[in-house]
């Protein structure tokens, strides 16, 4: 670091502002991503989509606990040992506010949080298992639509099956979204 400092004292006085800010991009690109390598996802808990029928095959293999959600049919499906042991209708996020497709885990659970956002500000909303980031599996409260999308993104669940689904994953169980 010293010898960076003298350098750069021995450059012109313009062109030294100009030039440190040049090679501290330069050095933070190359420690962000060494050659050969890809960006790492903005969402560490996103999949890519081919990514996904990978995990959708990995999981239905292997004994375990992991939950299904398939958005054509707003079903969620909850697995266990490869067979089905609990299944609900969902209200997934709306056209503009769309659920996010992929493999996740779940990060976090809550049996009740506050959750804001535009339009919307909603206390104690039950059984809250965050999958990535602001996204989550919870009950709702403020509608009986299930079946239909009307989320801002979030998987809303009737808050019985919500109860009975937060007993039964535990944090880092799979979710697969397609």
């Not at 090679?23 to 420690?31: E, G, N, Y």
């Not at 239905?60 to 609900?88: F, H, N, T, Y």
């Not at 885990?105 to 506050?114: E, G, L, N």
């Not at 998987?155 to 880092?172: C, I, K, M, T």
Request: proline fraction near 8%.
């Amino acid at each position: 670091m010293q010898r960076f400092q003298m350098w750069l004292q021995s450059l012109h006085p313009a062109r030294a502002a100009a030039r440190a800010a040049h090679l501290l991009l330069a050095l933070i690109l190359t420690l962000t991503v060494a050659p050969g390598a890809s960006p790492a996802p903005a969402d560490p808990g996103l999949s890519a989509p081919e990514s996904v029928e990978a995990a959708l095959a990995d999981a239905r293999a292997r004994p375990g606990k992991w939950i299904e959600i398939v958005l054509s049919q707003q079903r969620l499906i909850a697995w266990e040992d490869g067979r089905a042991v609990m299944g609900s209708p969902i209200s997934s996020g709306l056209a503009r506010t769309p659920t996010r497709r992929g493999a996740f885990r779940i990060q976090k659970k809550y049996s009740a949080v506050r959750m804001r956002g535009p339009g919307y500000d909603l206390p104690r909303v039950p059984y809250a298992m965050f999958y990535s980031g602001n996204y989550a599996i919870h009950g709702a409260y403020w509608h009986n639509n299930f079946g239909r999308p009307m989320s801002h993104g979030c998987v809303n669940l009737p808050v019985s099956f919500a109860r009975r689904l937060y007993a039964w994953a535990p944090r880092g169980t799979l979710v697969v979204i397609r």
